[in-house]
């Protein structure tokens, strides 16, 4: 890949080079990622700033809206799923200073709500929640999946876990790939819930 004498993104091949025009952009997720990172990485050059504020996800902001109001999952969300939220996106800062990477690489903060809420406790696990992982997590040569679930199981809201009455722990995945067609309505708007989280 390289970029031509106008600043458009080329894309070379054996044979042919294709130029893709701005407006072409969305079509190519790669290049998209690609772009994304290296911005990231001159704001960071320039500001100094490591990375997005933990604390303003919209997907974290979303939990404590619904935790506060006591609608949704987000009803379920704890002080306890806060602090682990807060130890995964310090365990994300120091595998990106380790890798060398911006923490975005490593994985998303919205991931990492999702694992605060859920907690997975193995690779099975996770992929039960999302097939595919993030680089860092899909290496098994690499310690970060051993550290996350060391994490996730170590912490008080997964020790309690097991204390949770089983109407209130009901799991957002059996009600996300449950294939019965006679699920009430309740479960369809849960499920909607689901998809906005992911």
């Given at each position: 890949?390289?970029?031509?004498?106008?600043?458009?993104?080329?894309?070379?091949?054996?044979?042919?080079?294709?130029?893709?025009?701005?407006?072409?952009?969305?079509?190519?997720?790669?290049?998209?990622?690609?772009?994304?990172?290296?911005?990231?990485?001159?704001?960071?050059?320039?500001?100094?700033?490591?990375?997005e504020p933990i604390l303003r996800d919209p997907s974290l902001l979303s939990m404590i809206k619904q935790a506060a109001k006591q609608k949704g999952h987000g009803k379920h969300w704890t002080?306890?799923?806060?602090?682990?939220?807060?130890?995964?996106?310090?365990?994300?800062?120091?595998?990106?200073?380790?890798?060398?990477?911006?923490?975005?690489?490593?994985?998303?903060?919205?991931?990492?709500?999702?694992?605060?809420?859920?907690?997975?406790?193995?690779?099975?696990?996770?992929?039960?929640?999302?097939?595919?992982?993030?680089?860092?997590?899909?290496?098994?040569?690499?310690?970060?999946?051993?550290?996350?679930?060391?994490?996730?199981?170590?912490?008080?809201?997964?020790?309690?876990?097991?204390?949770?009455?089983?109407?209130?722990?009901?799991?957002?995945?059996?009600?996300?790939?449950?294939?019965?067609?006679?699920?009430?309505?309740?479960?369809?708007?849960?499920?909607?819930?689901?998809?906005?989280?992911?």
């Amino acid at each position: 890949d390289s970029i031509d004498s106008h600043g458009v993104p080329t894309l070379r091949s054996s044979s042919t080079i294709s130029v893709i025009y701005a407006s072409e952009f969305p079509c190519h997720h790669n290049l998209m990622k690609a772009i994304s990172i290296s911005q990231k990485r001159c704001l960071k050059l320039w500001t100094g700033d490591e990375e997005e504020p933990i604390l303003r996800d919209p997907s974290l902001l979303s939990m404590i809206k619904q935790a506060a109001k006591q609608k949704g999952h987000g009803k379920h969300w704890t002080d306890a799923n806060m602090r682990l939220y807060k130890q995964l996106a310090a365990w994300r800062h120091v595998c990106a200073r380790q890798e060398k990477m911006h923490a975005s690489e490593v994985c998303s903060l919205d991931y990492l709500v999702h694992i605060a809420f859920k907690l997975p406790k193995d690779r099975w696990e996770m992929r039960h929640h999302s097939y595919v992982l993030p680089m860092l997590l899909e290496d098994e040569s690499l310690p970060y999946l051993n550290e996350l679930c060391e994490l996730v199981t170590s912490s008080d809201v997964f020790q309690r876990k097991g204390q949770t009455p089983s109407t209130e722990s009901q799991s957002m995945d059996v009600v996300f790939y449950s294939s019965n067609e006679d699920a009430n309505e309740n479960n369809h708007e849960r499920r909607k819930g689901l998809f906005k989280l992911l």
